[in-house]
């Protein structure tokens, strides 16, 4: 399956996203593969064994988050140089988000922008960072504060790369799959409520929808300015979970379960949910092993930090709800006491 | 007089060039000035007294081309995060091309992509850097290797900054705007033929003339796909010139004034254009005090530094080449015999 990615604001064209067995790649240019340990040690072989191209070579950076910043993006940069790789080469992230992000916001910088092709190899990756153009790294004032929109030329999403994903990661994945469907497809989360997705058309079909979800939102809004803060539901209150347990306790994802829920019990506060619907969500995610609660110790502390977020200017806060499942809306001018009374639910909670 | 920049193919629509007085500029969003010490000294009071903005910080820099470099990227960078700097914040680049550049190259990446605005301090800034979004800076591999295209939200020139400027400095930038007269506006050469550019009006005029020819260019060719290729006459020979010379003896500009000559003579080889143009050229370039010869010790070793030019890929090398004063011509396939032909005159020179 392949999904048309048409930008038109964008300096590039549109890209395509291919849904399917990752075919066979030649290129007329030197390529350099950027990896991680980890993913090298499962699937390299597999990729090189697809990849034909004038001159190859493997940047392997260490695994983690916590290498997603500034220095390992000089180490990769000095790599390139030192093969001397011109503005007709091109660069493939092979690996998750943290590869994907770093090797697009390099790709976006080397010589003032060559091209790069994403093969993600996580489900998080799969639907949320290879498509966007959204790339950028870390420093010790925050996540994602350093980048670039900048769009890959093409994106390879292969299941078959899932099967070495510890399951938490796979959970962590489908977090942003559920958020895509409450956001803006009723159906689609009806689908999910019945299918395990244990077989990998089902996969490959929730995969390609949430694809072409977040694809419908980037082309009408490449750089943020309106309806893509949506993709921001469950983010506000999982961005203040992350930073309030050092990015340790949870994956992302699972942070944004979380904030789904709480974003969902302020919906419901406001009218714009039942706690039928609010509950269809909950037990969703919990089919999927992802958590829906957390035991905030200082509702005024939580409040405050939603304000250390850099989505937020002018100290107006966004929050991303649920309109009924399947229907977003956005309101930036809650009082402060509803939230609170929201966020003191999660007080006695373990 | 302004001069709008139209960029077609680019995500900004475009901005305006103004050449004139510096006006009053009124901000209702926080504004970080990033300047050197010497631009600080001689203009920061007069900048001030024009500026009004919500919050107003001021970032100086060393002086100097050693100084673009990550480095202290990284260092505004941290200044800007320190300031809680937002995506609605501006800054202003108030200096020269180093200062534009590596401002430039910091807004494009400051939480993906924040406003800025130039306000060239250089006549080589005003008429050069100041218009066409290449930011960027250098690494141990060579300048300008690492950056972004980005655009300005406007530019400013106000030829009284250039009073302070040392002459050899002003002379250098003459040789960028003789550039563009030599390569696309016969009329506009003759008019530099006979003006000394004494009065603020012929200068005015002379700066607006090469920023519209710049803009035009741009507008056709932001990425240099294609024409923008041009702008580098005379460049292929002063990056030799600069590298042979450890970019200690020549400033750009001066490199850039020998690099025309060297081109001129490969086109009266070619049959492109008369030894008498071939000495106009040459006698514009001396009444603004430029150098117009080098001694080539090693023909063979100038010849292979052509190589090591990031503009080239797959070893071909392009020049671009006066075709009669006032027209261009690009040539990708010219024998070495001709270029060492060309080269070895000024084997001899002292």
């Known amino acids: 399956m392949i999904i048309p990615i048409r930008l038109e604001s964008s300096t590039v064209r549109g890209y395509n996203v291919t849904i399917d067995r990752l075919p066979k790649l030649s290129f007329d240019r030197k390529v350099v593969v950027v990896t ?36 390992t993006m000089i180490e990769i940069l000095d790599e390139l140089f030192s093969k001397q790789l011109d503005r007709k080469s091109l660069l493939i992230a092979f690996g998750g988000g943290v590869i994907g992000d770093m090797t697009g916001f390099t790709a976006s910088i080397y010589q003032r922008g060559i091209d790069f092709i994403q093969i993600p190899t996580t489900l998080l990756a799969q639907v949320d960072a290879s498509v966007g153009g959204k790339t950028g790294v870390n420093n010790r004032f925050g996540k994602n504060l350093i980048g670039a929109f900048y769009q890959p030329k093409a994106v390879y999403i292969d299941i078959d790369f899932l099967e070495t994903l510890p ?4 959970s962590a994945g489908m977090a942003e799959l559920i958020k895509m469907s409450v956001m803006f497809d009723r159906e689609f989360f009806e689908f999910l409520e019945e299918d395990t997705l244990s077989s990998k058309e089902s996969l490959n079909r929730a995969i390609a929808r949430s694809v072409e979800l977040k694809a419908w939102v980037v082309n009408q809004d490449e750089k943020e300015a309106g309806i893509r803060a949506v993709l921001n539901y469950g983010h506000t209150f999982a961005h203040v979970i992350e930073n309030e347990t050092n990015y340790k306790k949870y994956l992302h994802g699972e942070a944004v379960a979380i904030g789904m829920v709480m974003a ?9 949910i039942s706690l039928d619907e609010v509950d269809r969500v909950k037990r969703i995610l919990i089919k999927h092993n992802l958590p829906t609660t957390y035991k905030i110790k200082d509702i005024e502390g939580f409040y405050n930090k939603f304000f250390l977020d850099k989505k937020s200017s002018n100290s107006k806060i966004k929050f991303i709800l649920a309109n009924g499942i399947g229907n977003f809306e956005i309101r930036d001018n809650l009082p402060k006491e509803i939230i609170l009374k929201v966020l003191s639910k999660f007080k006695g909670v373990k």
């Open 36 to 71: 991680n340990h980890t993913v090298a040690e499962f699937h390299l072989d597999t990729l090189l064994s697809k990849l034909n191209a004038k001159s190859l070579d493997i940047v392997t950076v260490k695994d983690g988050e916590e290498y997603k910043n500034l220095d």
């Open 167 to 170: 399951k938490r990661e796979f």
């Open 264 to 272: 969902n019990l302020l919906s419901y506060e406001l009218g714009l």
